[in-house]
């Protein structure tokens, strides 16, 4: 049974830094559409890892005396006109009681040995996450309640 399902090959550390990152892409997305991620969780977990992967970056750039462009280490403007919420939703602690851990877990897991396996550089790692964080945040923004924010994330059928 376990012959019918594809394999998606992990890419060595050899392979064209393309072939990492789709491979990356493939992770995530079968992921998510897998389990109908919750914005809220997946926002967090991208979060978490931009974060730690700018922090590793600056942290090389910085012993070389160099600088990195704000297309790694900012987040991406969001689109159109956002326009704040007036409507008032339950507790952050409500909200962050009625996270799926595990789920979260799971989904950091990926991204650590996808990123780990292929060996993929962390420029390469950080800008695929990046187009992952602004996708989250205009979701984000344009959420109307607290629903929304567990509402799965939508991911575009070109991704």
């Given at each position: 049974?376990?012959?019918d399902l594809p394999r998606i090959p992990i890419p060595d550390s050899d392979s064209d830094?393309?072939?990492?990152?789709v491979f990356l892409q493939e992770q995530i997305v079968n992921f998510l559409r897998q389990y109908s991620m919750p914005l809220i969780e997946v926002s967090l977990v991208f979060s978490k890892y931009t974060r730690q992967l700018t922090e590793a970056l600056v942290s090389q750039a910085d012993e070389q005396g160099e600088t990195l462009p704000a297309i790694l280490t900012e987040p991406w403007p969001l689109l159109g006109e956002n326009t704040p919420s007036t409507e008032t939703g339950p507790a952050l602690n409500t909200v962050l009681d009625n996270l799926d851990d595990d789920r979260m877990d799971i989904l950091d897991t990926i991204l650590r040995s996808a990123i780990t396996a292929t060996e993929m550089p962390l420029a390469d790692a950080l800008m695929q996450l990046r187009q992952w964080e602004h996708l989250a945040r205009n979701q984000l923004a344009d959420s109307k309640g607290a629903g929304q924010l567990f509402s799965p994330?939508?991911?575009p059928d070109d991704w």
């Open positions: 049974m376990s012959e830094s393309t072939e990492k990152m994330l939508e991911i």
